[in-house]
């Protein structure tokens, strides 16, 4: 039962996620307040997964490497991305926007990655046991999680980056339209 559960949740990102990259590498309509939902939603998902680790067995200490590969990684994707999204304004007066779609490959990465190692290392019930529990982990196990949710936290650093730049760019789009 547990199993199918997983298969569930799988097929449901999935589905979500082909969606957002072809949204994202044809260009849609954009909105700023969707933007941030979707990055605060983004940012929940990341954080119920890797701070899951903590019940594993690595260590609380590595909360501040955590945090600042988000921050580093929220900075770089911010400045690197910039040349890369496309705005403008369609026939129906909406402003789209396409393009940054590297920050959600490396989420995405990080995602099933953290899913896979999940199923390995605790078993196929890691959804619903991993809180709660107080299952350790060899060390071997340890550091790849902690790679994994390293790699975690650049992809959702990266995609906060990319969507602080998208909103900079539809505030600028409208403040020149205005002109």
Known sequence: MVSFQILIFV?????VMVFRFKKI???????????ILVTISYFGISMFTVFSSFQI?????????????LIGATYLSHRLVRDSIKVWKSDDGKIHAKGGNIPYVIWIVGLASRFVLGYVFIGPDF???????????????????????????????ALAGRN???????????????L
Do not use: H
């Open 127 to 157: 959804f619903t046991t991993a809180y709660g529990s107080q299952k350790t982990l060899s060390m071997l196990a340890i550091e790849v999680t902690l790679v994994v949710d390293l790699i975690m936290m650049l992809g959702v650093g």
């Open 11 to 15: 097929v449901v990102i999935a589905i």
């Open 57 to 69: 067995g690595v260590s609380i200490w590595f909360a501040f490497a955590y945090a600042s590969m």
């Open 164 to 178: 602080i730049n998208l909103i900079s760019k539809i505030k600028n789009f409208k403040t020149e339209q205005e």
């Open 25 to 35: 590498l044809s260009g849609g309509p954009v909105i700023k307040n969707r933007v």
